[in-house]
């Protein structure tokens, strides 16, 4: 493979993944949408959105192996590689995400209603937020846009938590209703990792720019490219 040829074959791929980025963002946002409007129909989208986003993953993941085995690239050709890989494997997640918080609100509708013990919607649209936010800067190349969604994490963690708390004052308070809050709580630990793998993709596009590992808030120097 030319350099020429191995440069435009990166160039798809990076395309390619951006467009899996926006079926994810997609799914996330009719999954949302199902809860606020109470629509089976939207779930069903979702689940067939999910067969998609597996598919693509799996042609992805050849493509990434090609330009590797082929090319063997170096420095910053190769730290987008690995980053790209392992975006591919985090917006696939994410679409499982969407699957589970689907699954739920068809569990949700078929009980009787009742009162939210936190603000899903508020963190449905932080989570949201961030997922978008770290796509584009994968897109733009953006580290400090990355970083900035890192910031996001602890903000979403946090609402993570207090919707435990309160549900689990209100299984307290209405025994009834525990399997509402059960379900209702997967929703809350789902949207929670859809910004656990905002973050991961953040954390590869710095990896990516600056050749530098935050992970677990590590600082890393950046290495030369």
């Given amino acids: 493979m030319s350099r020429i040829r191995f440069h435009e074959g990166l160039e798809g791929l990076r395309q390619e993944l951006t467009a899996m980025g926006g079926m994810a963002e997609r799914a996330v946002e009719l999954a949302v949408r199902a809860y606020a409007e109470r629509d089976l129909s939207l779930c069903q989208q979702v689940f067939s ?27 910053v050709d190769l730290r987008l590689i690995l980053a790209i890989s392992k975006c591919i494997a985090d917006l ?24 939210s013990p936190a603000d899903l919607p508020e963190m449905a649209s932080l989570a949201r937020t961030m997922l978008r936010r770290a796509l584009n800067a994968f897109v733009t190349g953006d580290a400090a846009e990355a970083q900035a969604v890192l910031l996001l994490d602890d903000d979403l963690d946090t609402m993570n938590d207090h919707a435990y708390t309160a549900v689990a004052a209100a299984k307290a308070a209405e025994p009834a209703m525990t399997q509402n809050l059960l379900n209702f709580l997967i929703i809350a630990r789902n949207l929670e990792r859809i910004g656990d793998h905002a973050t991961n993709i953040a954390e590869d596009v710095i990896f990516w720019v600056r050749g530098a590992d935050v992970r677990h808030h590590a600082l890393a120097p950046p290495l030369s490219t």
């Fill in 49 to 75: 959105g999910e067969v998609i986003i597996n598919s693509t993953e799996r042609r992805l993941d050849e493509v990434v192996l090609d330009l590797l085995a082929m090319q063997q690239p170096m420095a």
């Fill in 92 to 115: 696939e997640r994410v679409g499982d995400q969407a699957v589970n918080i689907a699954e739920c609100i068809q569990k949700l509708l078929g009980l009787p209603e009742f009162d």
